[in-house]
Every structure is written in structure tokens, then in C-alpha cells.
């Protein structure tokens, strides 16, 4: 046995991407601060190395706000440390990570009302007021 043998060595693989991310949700947060549209990134279509993803909601922390969500398996949208990033990641029924998202916005499109959706809720209590107005 050398001595080298007897040197530890740690092999880290990173692909050198965290960075630049974080710079673009930054840049992301000046265009929303600024009124501008919010952004999207698609975590699974970045590559990342493994432990990536982990260092990115480590430096990007939990906020405030956390939402669950069911429907075709369980949802969550987590706000950051950051207000205005939110990380939501979506399972299936299984709970394999089906898809997860770094969201720019002041509210995740996830969260807000459907117009088809107030429409029916509108319907529905015209008509539990109707029924009401009968029974008395």
C-alpha cells in the first residue's frame, strides 16, 4: 500500500448550474418587482447533478405560505424565504415526483380561482339560495 492509498478522496459531480440559476430567479424577481410577467423554470428539464436540486431549496429556504392541493395525486406549492418564489411539486397517486417547478409570481397560477370554476360556484349558490328561499 502507497501512501497514496491512504489519502481520502471525494469525487463531486455538479454540472455547474445552481448559480446561474439562482442569478436568473433573481433577475426573474427585478422583472416581476418591476410589473413585468412572472416566470416558470422547469426543474426536471435542467440538468442537474445529484444533490442539485437539494442545495437549491437549501439556499432557497421555506417561507410563509404552503398549499396542498389533491387532484390526480398530491400537490404541493411552498413559498420560499423569497417572497414571489415559489417551489411546487406535483405527484402522482403512487407519490413519485411527477414534476416540479420554481415559480415567479406574486400567486402560482395553481392557486387562483378558474373563471369556469366561479361560474359554477355562482350556480351553486343561486341555487342552495333558491332551495333556501322555498323551505321558508
Request: avoid cysteine.
Amino acid at each position: 500500500m502507497s501512501d497514496l492509498d491512504a489519502i481520502p478522496v471525494s469525487a463531486e459531480v455538479t454540472t455547474g448550474n445552481v448559480e446561474p440559476l439562482l442569478h436568473e430567479i433573481r433577475h426573474a424577481l427585478k422583472r416581476l418587482a418591476g410589473g413585468e410577467d412572472g416566470t416558470v423554470i422547469d426543474l426536471q428539464r435542467l440538468p442537474l447533478a445529484p444533490g442539485e436540486e437539494q442545495r437549491i431549496e437549501a439556499v432557497l429556504g421555506e417561507g410563509e405560505v404552503r398549499a396542498e392541493i389533491n387532484a390526480l395525486g398530491p400537490t404541493l406549492v411552498q413559498e420560499t424565504a423569497y417572497p414571489g418564489v415559489w417551489l411546487i411539486t406535483h405527484r402522482n397517486a403512487e407519490e413519485s415526483v411527477i414534476a416540479r417547478f420554481i415559480e415567479v409570481t406574486d400567486m402560482p397560477e395553481l392557486l387562483k380561482s378558474q373563471r369556469a370554476d366561479i361560474e359554477s360556484g355562482i350556480n351553486k349558490l343561486e341555487s342552495e339560495l333558491a332551495d333556501s328561499t322555498k323551505k321558508n
